[in-house]
């Protein structure tokens, strides 16, 4: 049984079908890269699973609960995290709030009314020295630099412990390094999570990838490890034109 | 059923006046996201022009309107120059300093003019009445919607077929990138709010010889213009000329059958209801979200 | 404990001290101008719940009127029921009302009353939340509904002369009796009982503040969408800190009633709550505390100035809310907060790292 399970996935924009009957299955501690030109509905497909976007037919199902139809917060609690394309930290907040916030195991009111803001404990501490944010807790998140605002958001994902992460484009405008870097912390976090992460960057995708789905025109063009997509024709004259 | 047919009339013609309100309103939203709360105002600065204009110079009305679309349109240019123009990255704060503007002017007009309520005749060539049937239909007031109709009609070709309406579009758009073409999107926001604040004027001039002037007058309309905007969904010219028939005519209807002022309490629950089940209005701007 | 969290112990402290010893010793314990101030405070509590909504989590509720009139009108019907005794309230027999209301009788019990003017506010707050917040309804939509609220609520009262007394509101109020105490308004044992509820609901609002669930309301505030996608049932928070600000409001409403001894829809007008924004925003959206100084600042200066410029002080305040919104938006706790780690800075300290959400404005995005 994969933990994600897709089937017929379509959603309607006005005429447009941005997902046109997706099909596919990530298993338990996958990373999955979906690759396709602009406008082949990658960035829509990460939307539709984590309930920006309701789908207009077709079946979503997570760890056996069909979630297609709800709210975005219940699919959070299932266990389904996301990170946008645009970083999206709290810049008003500070590193250590933001992170506090992240840290939704108990979203409930209840709980939040009898917790106090920041806690400083280990597994907090722990996670900001992997992202190397560890002596920053205290400052506003808006005066992070572009590439540390990434590291943060990354940082809460983690922390928000999340069964699958849906990335999109977790290395848009990192160095070379910085890239090696989200690279090695990928690698790691699939031991307990499984990441569903829309990339441009083929050496990224090379290393992190364990399969790959190229999508256009809202569908499956092709799936396989990188050597069978690179061998792939249809994906030749996707990318190159005829 | 006589009566009946005579409020339809009646909201039909309040309904004119409260589209005027509402588009300048809308327009003002539409293009810089400001909610104007000193819109009320306006129109009550538009009533006391037109009461000045009668009073000093003998104006009637009608021929005071295009001045008092000027001076109106002026304040607002001003008020938009030294005040709004500031608060544009702030969207939740213009809607302060606008209340906070609409006070003063009130203030102003009470300690200037005094806070008795003033009149004004209606224009003696629009004084008699229709009559067909049972229905009574005053000449003024059909002249009120026909002038809506000319004033929607005028800002939809304004929009649509002119430069300044393009460039107003593309500002709307994406005002960055319009600012690199050239288009200078300060002068377009100044332009358009005085354009607004003019409209407001000339709805207080026409309401004049149906209520009477007085400087908290605004407040009441200010509210009912935003539920128009807001029930006729944002950037829609046809939504908004919908809502304000729909409500003028509800308003209208609902004090027959109950009074005016309950009937006024259901119209804003029941836009309030509406607004819960279609927040983005009944005829929203088609756009992907 | 981080250090804006002692700031604020310390600022409640000091703010403590003077309203219940500092006011009392200035006024030499008289009862008239104790009484005035008590207005003061009661006006404060209103401000504060405000900036529970507004500041925390960037609800701005135009119709914060609306909930104090409801509070205000709870006491004074106990009163007023009180003042009767055995025959209707006068106002009712004008208005050919028969017998007393079914809406009337229970505010003959005193328990009922003051559970009434804290739970009924806040249900209704709660309510109109529920519909907003469900349906996503955000920045200045919630501005123009709670205002449209407030506008028919108003009219409501109004109209019905038979059960409000319309537009004369609810006069010749017999005096509270609170457990066999009975309550003298030009005591200096009232105001302790209005600068204790203040300094609760103070309390109460910073521990609020402070808890998570402040802070994933400021979260909300900055990005709703983001919140919901870390499991928070946005629409559930932003519905709690409404009915927690409407019932404050109740509250301020009651003990407003007591000290003017007569509820009126002048309580419940646009105009009132726009003074109730501008308390707010004076003293700073951000801090409860602030936002309560504010209230009492421009009710001292409104005291003062209102006898000498009887026309112009509307314009005064008009002028001064818009000077605030455009070259103080966050009131005069940020300038204080500004001036602070300005100093700070300049002693070359680094602490001022550890009170980092001070630093940014509050507007950047609220609104989307």
């Known amino acids: 049984m994969a933990q994600l399970e897709v089937r017929d996935l379509q959603v309607v924009f006005g005429g447009l079908r941005a997902v046109d009957g997706m099909n596919f299955d990530v298993e338990q501690g996958e990373i999955l890269c979906l690759l396709g030109p602009n406008g082949a509905g990658k960035s829509t497909t990460l939307d539709l699973i984590c309930g920006k976007t309701q789908p207009t037919g077709g079946s979503i199902r997570f760890r056996d609960t069909e979630i297609s139809q709800l709210l975005e917060f219940r699919r959070a609690r299932l266990g389904i995290g996301r990170k946008f394309q645009v970083p999206s930290v709290y810049k008003e907040l500070t590193v250590a709030e933001n992170l506090s916030v992240a840290r939704s195991s108990r979203p409930g009111i209840w709980h939040a009314l009898t917790t106090p803001a920041v806690r400083r404990n280990q597994k907090s501490r722990e996670i900001l020295d992997l992202v190397g944010l560890a002596d920053k807790g205290g400052v506003p998140a808006g005066n992070l630099s572009h590439g540390e605002t990434q590291w943060l958001e990354i940082a809460m994902l983690i922390a928000q412990g999340s069964h699958l ?10 160095t070379i390094q910085e890239t090696d870097r989200t690279a090695r912390i990928f690698r790691s976090l699939s031991a307990d999570h499984t990441l569903i992460v829309v990339e441009h960057d083929m050496s990224f995708v090379r290393t992190v990838a364990d399969r790959i789905i190229v999508m256009d025109q809202g569908a499956k063009l092709a799936e396989g490890t990188i050597a069978e997509i690179e061998a792939n024709e249809a994906v030749k004259t996707a990318y190159l034109g005829h | 059923m006589d009566v009946v047919l005579n409020q339809i009339f009646a909201g039909l013609s309040f309904a004119s006046i409260l589209l005027i309100i509402a588009l300048g309103l809308a327009i003002i939203y539409g293009t810089m996201g400001v909610i104007n709360l000193a819109h009320g105002e ?15 110079l003998g104006l009637g009305v009608v021929t005071a309107l295009p001045l008092v679309f000027l001076a109106v349109a002026v304040v607002g240019w001003v008020i938009e120059k030294v005040i709004v123009q500031r608060l544009y990255t702030r969207p939740l704060d213009t809607i302060l300093a606008t209340w906070g503007i609409g006070i003063i002017l009130q203030q102003a007009v009470r300690m200037g003019i005094g806070a008795e309520s003033k009149f004004v005749k209606g224009p003696e060539w629009l004084s008699g009445n229709i009559e067909i049937g ?3 239909m005053s000449n003024y007031r059909i002249f009120v919607i026909f002038l809506s109709i000319m004033i929607v009609t005028g800002t939809w070709l304004l929009m649509t077929r002119t430069e300044f309406g393009m460039k107003l579009r593309a500002v709307i758009q994406n005002r960055g990138i319009s600012e690199c073409y050239g288009v200078e999107a300060k002068k377009v926001y100044s332009l358009t709010f005085a354009y607004g604040a003019g409209l407001a004027g000339i709805a207080g001039a026409l309401i004049t010889p149906l209520f009477s002037t007085i400087p908290t007058m605004g407040t009441g309309l200010v509210v009912d213009a935003f ?17 304000a028939m729909l409500i003028g005519e509800v308003t209208a209807l609902f004090s027959i059958v109950i009074n005016d002022t309950l009937g006024r309490i259901a119209v804003l629950a029941g836009i309030i209801l509406l607004i819960r089940f279609r927040p983005r209005g009944l005829f929203p701007a088609d756009t992907r979200r | 404990m981080n250090s804006k969290l002692s700031y604020d112990i310390i600022g409640l402290g000091l703010f403590g001290a003077v309203i219940l010893f500092g006011v009392p010793a200035f006024f030499s314990y008289d009862g008239f101008e104790l009484n005035t101030f008590a207005r003061y405070l009661s006006l404060a509590i209103v401000s504060m719940a405000l900036a529970l909504s507004w500041g925390t989590a960037g609800l701005l509720n135009l119709g914060q009127a609306a909930t104090f009139g409801m509070g205000s009108y709870a006491m004074a019907m106990h009163l007023k029921l009180k003042a009767s005794g055995d025959n209707l309230p006068d106002f009712m027999g004008w208005n ?3 017998a007393l209301p079914a809406l009337w009788v229970p505010f003959n019990s005193l328990t009922f009353t003051l559970l009434a003017g804290l739970l009924i506010p806040a249900a209704v707050g709660g309510l109109i939340a529920t519909f907003m917040f469900r349906a996503r309804i955000a920045g200045v939509f919630v501005a123009v509904i709670t205002l449209a609220f407030l506008v028919a609520f108003q009219l409501l009262v109004i109209e019905q002369q038979g059960f409000t007394g319309g537009q004369n509101g609810l006069t010749g109020l017999a005096q509270l009796e609170l457990f066999g105490w009975t309550v003298d308004i030009y005591a200096t044992s009232f105001y302790y009982l209005v600068g204790g509820c203040l300094m609760a609901a103070l309390i109460f609002g910073l521990y609020l503040t402070h808890s998570k669930f402040g802070l994933v309301l400021r979260a909300i505030r900055e990005d709703a969408e983001r919140t919901r996608y870390f499991g928070y049932n946005v629409a559930n928070y932003q519905t709690l800190i409404f009915c ?10 009651m003990l407003y009633a007591l000290v003017l001894e007569f509820a009126s829809p002048t309580y419940m007008s646009v105009s009132f ?3 109730i924004v501008i308390w707010c925003a004076v003293g700073g959206r951000e801090s409860v505390l602030a936002a309560a100084m504010g209230a009492i600042l421009v009710n001292l200066a409104e005291g003062r100035l209102s006898d000498v410029f009887v026309e112009g002080w509307h314009m005064m305040l008009g002028v001064l809310f818009v000077a605030v919104v455009m070259f103080m938006p966050r009131g005069i706790y940020g300038v204080i907060v500004d001036a602070g780690r300005a100093l700070r800075r300049r002693g070359g300290s680094e602490e001022f790292a550890e009170t980092p959400s001070f630093d940014t404005p509050l507007n950047t995005k609220q609104e989307s």
């Open chain 3, 273 to 275: 709550s726009l003074a």
């Open chain 3, 96 to 98: 050919n009302v028969e």
């Open chain 2, 42 to 56: 306006f129109v009550m600065l538009g009533a006391y022009a037109t009461w000045a204009l009668q009073t000093h």
């Open chain 1, 165 to 174: 992460i849906l990335m999109d484009e977790p290395t848009a405008g990192m």
């Open chain 2, 227 to 243: 539920l128009v905007v807001i029930v006729g969904g944002l950037g829609s010219l046809v939504g908004t000329a919908a809502a």
């Open chain 2, 134 to 136: 049972a229905l009574v």
């Open chain 3, 244 to 253: 927690i600000s409407a019932g404050l409001a109740g509250l301020a409403g």
